[in-house]
């Protein structure tokens, strides 16, 4: 069982605010991830980390920020929201180990961002 | 290049029937398959994993991968109403696309329907 928690679960905003979604883990798992996915619509990878102090930007270029100052905690920031942004954001995490094989991921419920 | 390919649907089934679900993809050093299962409006979760050559059974799950054709499938079995939903192929980046060897690559989903 996947113990990994996003917060808000909804949340609906003006333009120009600041917002931070939240998203931990209890697996005390190395990797997370940050994906965006618009309904119906593939996932897109926006960031990942390896570790604390570890931060790379995903395939999907985004205006989010992230940090990774504890393992079990992996915020994602939008400094000033648009209605562009308005999508559901899902985070992830997975075990890792360099040169091992991949271990699988594991998705928290989500947070659904609508700007306004 | 970086590919994972589904056919999008929709996939439509009769209740109890086998529903077969096919993935190819494009990274001849990818080691590692993973099928998830989302419904609407929720976040993927893990069906099954595959990393030899062959099948693997769980339940009414089948996954079977086949690398030297770069191919992996999913079978359900006495399909459900419930199994309805959209079902991701992912398959890990084995080369170092700009470091993000280990990520996932998902595929855009099939979706299936189980009709009663």
């Known amino acids: 069982e996947a113990d990994i928690y996003q917060t808000p679960r909804y949340l609906v905003i003006g333009t120009g605010k600041k917002i931070t979604l939240e998203c931990s883990q209890t697996m005390g798992h190395d990797k997370m991830y940050w994906y965006q996915q618009d309904p119906g619509m593939e996932l897109h990878l926006i960031h990942y980390?390896?570790?604390?102090?570890?931060?790379e930007k995903g395939d999907l270029s985004s205006e989010s920020t992230v940090s990774r100052i504890r393992t079990e905690h992996f915020p994602l920031t939008l400094e000033s929201a648009r209605p562009s942004h308005t999508s559901q954001y899902l985070c992830?995490?997975?075990?890792?180990?360099?040169?091992?094989?991949?271990?699988?991921?594991?998705f928290g419920p989500g947070t659904r961002l609508t700007v306004l | 290049q970086k590919e994972v390919e589904q056919n999008s649907g929709p996939l439509s089934v009769p209740e109890g029937a086998i529903a077969s679900l096919n993935c190819t993809y494009s990274?001849?050093?990818?080691?590692?398959f993973f099928w998830y299962r989302q419904y609407s409006g929720k976040s993927p979760e893990l069906i099954m994993s595959?990393?030899?050559?062959g099948d693997k059974e769980d339940g009414r799950f089948t996954a079977q991968l086949n690398k030297a054709s770069q191919y992996v499938s999913l079978l359900i079995r006495d399909s459900q109403p419930s199994d309805s939903a959209t079902y991701l192929c992912a398959v890990n980046c084995g080369r170092n696309y700009g470091g993000s060897q280990g990520n996932l690559i998902f595929g855009k989903g099939t979706k299936l329907s189980v009709k009663p």
């Open positions: 980390s390896y570790g604390v102090n570890s931060t």
């Open positions: 992830a995490s997975s075990e890792y180990q360099a040169g091992g094989p991949i271990d699988t991921q594991y």
């Open positions: 990274d001849r050093v990818s080691q590692s």
């Open positions: 595959i990393y030899s050559n």
